[in-house]
């Protein structure tokens, strides 16, 4: 079966530097999201891994480890506006299934 | 215009009752998924397709069913509502096999089943 962990809760300071870990068991691993879901929206798309490594985009990077069965997403420069879930999705199947963790819940204070 | 729009927003039904809930997209992508979620699960694929006629079951499909007529739209049937079918219910598309485009969902429906 599939398998995410991540945390539920995190608390980070405006213009600080916050690190979201991600864990998972998987077979068939293709690739992995994060999106990042404010409260009563929309999940919307943050980045996508399928090598080894980090990927930067702005003020977030996501980094993959697939030997590790390991991920993090890392918010710079946090903001107010950034508070939010962010979820660990694992990609399997030939490509369309997804797997979704149950989110990070992250409130940015001042 | 946004690329994906659900219909209704909210809803509220009783139990026993025929409930279809409607997505739309403006895209012309190929792949359509609906999805629940629900507080301590992540987000579960109830039925998904893979072009017009063509869907499948996801891992939380009993008491559900879809119909894809036109590419443009993807119907999701509760046949006979249930009090455990509250949640809120995301559709998605994507053109293809996953990438660095992601998916994409539309901003829910919130089902209440009294």
């Known amino acids: 079966g599939q398998n995410i962990d991540q945390p539920t809760e995190m608390t980070a300071t405006e213009g600080a530097i916050v690190q979201i870990n991600c864990t998972y068991q998987?077979?068939?691993?293709?690739?992995l999201f994060w999106y990042q879901q404010h409260a009563g929206e929309a999940p919307t798309f943050l980045s996508y891994?399928?090598?080894?490594g980090l990927e930067e985009k702005g003020r977030f990077s996501s980094f993959l480890s697939r030997s590790k069965g390991y991920s993090y997403l890392l918010l710079k420069e946090l903001q107010m506006k950034d508070s939010a879930s962010y979820l660990c999705?694992?990609?399997?199947?030939?490509?369309?299934?997804?797997?979704f963790g149950t989110g990070t819940q992250l409130k940015v204070e001042l | 215009d946004a690329g994906i729009t659900q219909s209704p927003r909210h809803k509220v039904t009783e139990t026993g009752t025929p409930v279809t809930l409607r997505c739309h997209q403006t895209?012309?992508?190929?792949?359509m998924y609906w999805y629940r979620q629900d507080p301590g699960h992540g987000l579960r694929l109830i039925h998904y397709?893979?072009?017009?006629?063509?869907?499948d079951k996801g891992e939380v499909s009993d008491g559900y069913s879809v119909s894809r007529s036109k590419t443009e739209d993807f119907l999701l049937t509760l046949e006979s509502a249930t009090s455990s079918q509250t949640s809120v219910y995301f559709c998605?598309?994507?053109?293809?096999?996953?990438?660095?485009?992601?998916?994409?969902f539309g901003s829910g429906t919130r089902l209440t089943v009294v």
């Open positions: 895209e012309n992508h190929r792949y």
């Open positions: 998605a598309n994507s053109p293809g096999t996953a990438s660095n485009y992601g998916y994409t």
């Open positions: 397709s893979y072009g017009v006629k063509d869907t």
């Open positions: 999705v694992t990609i399997t199947g030939g490509g369309n299934k997804l797997t």
């Open positions: 891994n399928v090598l080894d």
């Open positions: 998987t077979s068939g691993f293709n690739g």
